[in-house]
């Protein structure tokens, strides 16, 4: 099987800009997540989507935004970049989300200069 | 804020030697799981512990859960220098507003030396 696809792998940016992520799931995974990783505050949530529909959203500005297609392919996107927004942004699918195990991809690296 | 802390923060070893990292979290929890994350790369999933369970095994690695002190420790026997990495505790929060996320602590760097 293959594993969580993200793409693109590094992408530099400039303030103000927007920005597209997309991850291609695990077959058969309906839920997919999304985390922010940076040095200084972690792993951070950003949202879960099953079926198509946002079960939950972490404290992130209405910036960041997503959607899941009818394939549960999924996408990220955020506008107006700010330089904090710099981090290595990781995509997870799973069968049922939270109380299942995640499966990651290695995640699209996002410099905002 | 963080749910989960992880204790140490960075931990060095020898090959062959044993690693322990701890992590401490604050809400009641459905289950507890530990990753791997190697260096720029995604996370890894190790192990799941329910919250009814005490212990988990799997090949080298010894989870333990104490709900009762809000704690878990990861114990991974006999470390290899690929063992090298961080490794991160994550919660769910049993709230059905709450589905699908997880909460990382901040993980244990281990550096395992050959």
């Known amino acids: 099987k293959a594993g969580v696809t993200q793409t693109p792998r590094y992408l530099i940016k400039t303030r103000g800009q927007q920005v597209t992520l997309s991850c291609s799931p695990i077959s058969g995974h309906r839920s997919v997540s999304w985390y922010q990783q940076t040095p200084g505050q972690g792993l951070q949530f950003l949202f879960e989507y099953f079926s198509e529909t946002q079960r939950n959203k972490g404290n992130f500005p209405g910036r960041f935004s997503g959607r899941q297609f009818s394939n549960s392919r999924s996408e990220m996107n955020v506008s107006t970049l700010e330089l904090g927004d710099s981090a290595l942004y990781l995509c997870a699918s799973s069968l049922v989300g939270g109380n299942s195990p995640l499966h990651f991809g290695n995640g699209t690296r996002l410099t905002v200069t | 804020s963080q749910q989960g802390e992880e204790d140490p923060q960075a931990l060095s070893i020898q090959e062959g030697e044993n690693a322990t990292m701890n992590c401490s979290y604050k809400?009641?929890?459905?289950?507890l799981q530990w990753y791997r994350q190697n260096s720029g790369r995604g996370l890894v999933h190790l192990i799941l512990i329910r919250s009814n369970e005490r212990e988990k095994h799997s090949g080298r690695l010894r989870v333990t859960l104490d709900t009762s002190k809000k704690s878990s420790s990861l114990l991974i026997t006999a470390s290899r220098a690929a063992d090298t990495a961080s490794y991160f505790c994550?919660?769910?929060?049993?709230?059905?507003?709450?589905?699908?996320?997880?909460?990382f602590g901040q993980g244990t760097t281990l550096q395992v030396k050959p």
């Open positions: 994550a919660t769910d929060i049993p709230d059905s507003s709450n589905t699908g996320k997880l909460i």
């Open positions: 809400t009641s929890i459905n289950n």
